[in-house]
């Protein structure tokens, strides 16, 4: 097996790893069936639940379930029902694999949204609202494993947080077919025009719409950004761990594909079901069972550009300064790659000075990129695991996240974040090869309880999370994080968050080595 293969299978399986972390306990209950209530959306009534100082509605859809001739298909609106539909249970998580998701998924009819909101919200004084997408590779995750009820109430916001389809279901292309390749980024836009009418109803602000995302939904957002047809559906972006100026000749990159890429995927897709051949492969897919398609489906998700949805790549539409002007909030954790070189590590492919070239060779083979990998990464001991995850983070979240505050700022308001709590709660079970610092996704648990299961922080740590709530909510208030409570975050500097330590920096491009990346052919 190539080490490029290793790298994406060890991508799946770190995020099946992290599903510890969003999968531990159960959903949280409501407080009582007499404590719930009940509200009137443009679709129905929908019955919520309540809890300590604030109330629940989950599983609400957005769109008409994709089955069928649905499946492929644009979002559709909901047909509106009749009497009061349950809202105190989640629904089912969009088609994946085992995961995340404790046994996988394969109902389709999962185009539904979630809504947290503090008690006491009056029309007089509506919330500003964060509109939050799950990552997972764009092949796994639910909104429901994200409970923001601390966000939500501490930071006196609406948080909304969001299915859409994964994995061949969201991004699958064929010629002829609309919508192709970019399923899953229309099913967000369906989401964010769901908001922006019924959002009021839960104490919401229709017109202070924040969209926010991690990993694979950092990368989402990048390409909402970037996207005509989302123009209007938010008004600020919180991009984390997802940087949209990442490189084709990078592991983790792109972020998107050509629709020609997506297109022979699709094919590809077509030949192993059985329905290459077929007189309408389009009509013999839609008959192929859900589990069929997991199983032989790319592991690699993205999707699609030079299509109407996303009519160029988003890293070349934000270096050409065509996004929608909108303040930014983005940032990446300061070990981001730790954990994948941790994983191969474990797999048996340990990194030491004479194994290094080789694997730098592997997963960066372009133009003898690896030799000056290299040098410029050092590996004098037989634990070389850092020095590797130090390449992966640099390469593809530090450096192309710093390059795209860049580009952002030059015109729009933009503040830049590095979390960098190094004893961070662990996200995955068991013992690493080696410590793993701040890894990619470790901010999470600050902002969410992940499966609804509090992280066990310490005291520190603790205020770290309140500090780091009090930012996000206060720019999606106003657009600017800061307060007098707070320490000062600069526009002109990445501000470093850590337990009792939460300090501007000017030090990121030289600790990230991010002159080597931007000059490495």
């Known amino acids: 097996m190539s080490m490029h293969r290793v790298l994406t299978t060890l991508g799946c399986a770190l995020t099946a790893v992290l599903a510890t972390a969003w999968s531990a306990a159960p959903p949280t209950q409501p407080a009582g069936q007499g404590a719930a209530t009940t509200v009137r959306v443009h679709d129905g009534l929908v019955r919520g639940a309540a809890h300590?100082?604030?109330?629940?509605?989950e599983g609400i859809p957005y769109a008409a379930a994709p089955v069928g001739r649905l499946r492929w298909a644009p979002p559709r609106r909901v047909t509106p029902w009749?009497?009061?539909?349950?809202?105190?249970?989640?629904a089912s998580a969009c088609p994946q694999p085992a995961g995340e998701v404790p046994g996988g998924s394969t109902d389709e009819d999962c185009l539904h949204l979630n809504v947290t909101t503090p008690d006491g919200a009056g029309p007089a004084r509506p919330r500003p609202v964060i509109v939050w997408l799950h990552g997972g590779g764009f092949t796994t995750g639910a909104g429901r494993s994200y409970d923001a009820h601390r966000m939500a109430t501490r930071g006196d916001v609406v948080v909304v947080t969001v299915n859409y389809r994964l994995g061949a279901l969201g991004f699958f292309a064929r010629s002829g077919l609309p919508g192709s390749g970019t399923f899953g980024l229309a099913d967000q836009q369906a989401a964010l025009r769901w908001v922006r009418a019924g959002i009021g109803a839960f104490g919401g602000d229709p017109h202070n719409v924040t969209l926010a995302g991690e990993?694979?939904?950092?990368?989402?957002?990048?390409?909402q950004l970037a996207s005509p047809a989302a123009t209007g559906l938010f008004d600020r972006a919180i991009i984390e761990s997802g940087p949209c100026t990442g490189r084709s000749d990078r592991p983790f990159a792109p972020s998107s594909v050509p629709l020609s890429a997506a297109r022979t995927a699709g094919t590809d897709l077509a030949a192993k079901v059985g329905c290459g051949s077929a007189r309408s492969a389009l009509a013999c897919l839609r008959r192929v069972a859900v589990s069929r398609l997991l199983a032989v489906q790319d592991t690699d998700q993205h999707p699609a550009h030079t299509t109407p949805l996303l009519p160029s790549d988003p890293a070349a539409a934000i270096t050409a300064g065509r996004f929608h002007?909108?303040?930014v909030l983005i940032g990446n954790t300061h070990d981001e790659g730790n954990g994948w070189a941790a994983g191969i590590v474990q797999a048996g492919y340990p990194v030491t000075p004479d194994t290094w070239p080789d694997v730098a060779a592997s997963f960066f083979p372009f133009l003898g990129q690896a030799k000056a990998i290299v040098h410029?990464?050092?590996?004098?001991?037989a634990d070389g695991g850092p020095v590797f995850g130090a390449v992966i983070g640099d390469a593809n979240f530090a450096c192309p996240t710093a390059r795209t505050g860049r580009l952002l700022a030059a015109h729009v308001p933009v503040w830049r974040y590095e979390f960098a709590d190094e004893?961070?709660?662990?996200?995955?079970?068991?013992?690493?090869?080696f410590p793993l610092g701040a890894p990619h996704a470790s901010e999470l648990p600050y902002l969410f309880d992940l499966g609804s299961r509090p992280r066990d922080l310490t005291a520190a740590q603790h205020r770290l999370a309140d500090t780091m709530i009090d930012y996000w909510a206060r720019f999606a208030r106003s657009a600017d994080p800061n307060a007098p409570s707070s320490p000062?975050?600069?526009r002109r500097?990445?501000?470093s968050l850590a337990p009792d330590r939460i300090v501007p920096t000017r030090t990121v491009q030289t600790r990230h080595h991010c002159t080597f990346w931007n000059t490495l052919g």
């Not at 300590?52 to 509605?57: L, Q, V």
């Not at 410029?376 to 001991?381: L, N």
């Open 52 to 57: 300590d100082g604030y109330r629940t509605f």
């Open 215 to 223: 990993s694979a939904g950092g990368y989402s957002v990048c390409a």
């Open 325 to 327: 002007r909108v303040p």
């Open 423 to 433: 004893h961070a709660p662990p996200l995955t079970s068991g013992t690493p090869p």
């Open 488 to 490: 000062h975050w600069s």
């Open 376 to 381: 410029e990464y050092p590996v004098h001991r």
């Open 82 to 90: 009749a009497g009061v539909r349950d809202a105190t249970r989640s």
């Open 493 to 495: 500097t990445v501000l």
